[in-house]
T-cell receptor, first 115, second 114 residues
Framework: ETGVTQTPRHLVMGMTNKKSLKCEQH?????MYWYKQSAKKPLELMFV???????ENNSVPSRFSPECPNSSHLFLHLHTLQPEDSALYLCASSQDGGRRTGELFFGEGSRLTVL | AQSVTQLGSHVSVSEGALVLLRCNYSSSVPPYLFWYVQYPNQGLQLLLKYTSAATLVKGINGFEAEFKKSETSFHLTKPSAHMSDAAEYFCAVTASGGYNKLIFGAGTRLAVHP
């Protein structure tokens, strides 16, 4: 198994749909992240969880709802999205965020297209 | 606040030529700086990092970067480009007080031609 696994790899949804992205890390890390990667824009940090507790919400619209049931799993629930939300959503994990190592381990991403 | 600027969204080099990808940062605290690489259809992978030890940092695949405080730069270099180096490269800095929160640059896409 790879270190950080994201499913689905591709998702197409209408603006009224509800869907979820899933991330699972097999590295024993205790911090997990959601990043948004849009064309021609820097990666945007969306959420951070440390030991299952949300420690960062970077002013993300409420149509994105994260869930972290345990240190190994992270979800991003999506509802009533807009076409501009189409992007690559990257999940990452790191070993405790108490030290600034900066070494994040990324999944391959979920490519989301909103019609 | 921290920020990163990568000069040149696209860089093209010949195989065997020097690779130079530029990164300048702004930080209100001593920075930790990173280069990540993203191959097509993959996530990001750490290439190298500067965490206040040696200013010349060596990474994987023959890449290295030099931290220059006076120039607020952390440019990435490789003496001889290989076709397999074609990818997108991201420079990043940790946010103040933000442990592993990374602030990324917009990325530089490296093309290597025969």
């Amino acid at each position: 198994e790879t270190g950080v696994t994201q499913t689905p790899r591709h998702l197409v949804m209408g603006m009224t749909n509800k869907k979820s992205l899933k991330c699972e890390q097999h590295l024993g890390h205790n911090a997990m992240y959601w990043y948004k990667q849009s064309a021609k824009k820097p990666l945007e940090l969306m959420f951070v969880y440390n030991f299952k507790e949300q420690t960062e919400n970077n002013s993300v619209p409420s149509r994105f709802s994260p869930e972290c049931p345990n240190s190994s799993h992270l979800f991003l629930h999506l509802h009533t999205l807009q076409p501009e939300d189409s992007a690559l959503y990257l999940c990452a994990s790191s070993q405790d965020g108490g030290r600034r190592t900066g070494e994040l381990f990324f999944g391959e991403g979920s490519r989301l297209t909103v019609l | 606040a921290q920020s990163v600027t990568q000069l040149g969204s696209h860089v093209s080099v010949s195989e065997g030529a020097l690779v130079l990808l530029r990164c300048n940062y702004s930080s209100s605290v001593p920075p930790y700086l990173f280069w990540y690489v993203q191959y097509p259809n993959q996530g990001l992978q750490l290439l190298l990092k500067y965490t206040s030890a040696a200013t010349l940092v060596k990474g994987i695949n023959g890449f290295e970067a030099e931290f220059k405080k006076s120039e607020t730069s952390f440019h990435l270099t490789k003496p001889s480009a290989h076709m397999s180096d074609a990818a997108e490269y991201f420079c990043a800095v940790t946010a103040s007080g933000g442990y592993n929160k990374l602030i990324f640059g917009a990325g530089t896409r490296l093309a290597v031609h025969p």
